[in-house]
Nanobody
Framework: QVQLVESGGGLVQAGGSLKLSCAAS????????VGWFRRPPGNEREFVAV????????HHSDAVKGRFTISRDNAENTVYLQMSSLKPEDTATYFC????????????????????WGQGTQVTVSS
């Protein structure tokens, strides 16, 4: 299995930027597609972005498209989420998750498709 640890969260003003990291250890990282999810206060966890094993294909939710970018460096066993033009509604706990068996974009947006999860990192955007 693979272990995931998120970092990079914090407090930022609206309009600012943050870069989250998801560091992996364990099995060969390049065998796993990786997604980012977030849980806003009082709400369900929601899909943010996903990137394929090679990093050649990525998909972002409509809520973050054009502002967030997912990327990965398999040599460093790390996936990133660059967040720009942050809004107060981006305030959430952000989680990365990994799967060796994603089957299409439809499943990639669902929590149940990912067996491995990190503990999360808090992002707070002040207005």
């Amino acid at each position: 299995q693979v272990q995931l640890v998120e970092s990079g969260g914090g407090l930022v003003q609206a309009g600012g930027s943050l870069k989250l990291s998801c560091a992996a250890s364990g099995r060969t990282f390049s065998n796993y597609a990786v997604g980012w999810f977030r849980r806003p206060p009082g709400n369900e966890r929601e899909f943010v972005a996903v990137i394929t094993r090679s990093g050649g294909l990525a998909h972002h939710s409509d809520a973050v498209k054009g502002r967030f970018t997912i990327s990965r460096d398999n040599a460093e066993n790390t996936v990133y989420l660059q967040m720009s033009s942050l809004k107060p509604e981006d305030t959430a706990t952000y989680f990365c998750a990994a799967s060796a068996s994603l089957n299409g974009l439809g499943s990639a947006t669902k929590e149940s498709a990912y067996p491995y999860w990190g503990q999360g990192t808090q992002v707070t955007v002040s207005s």
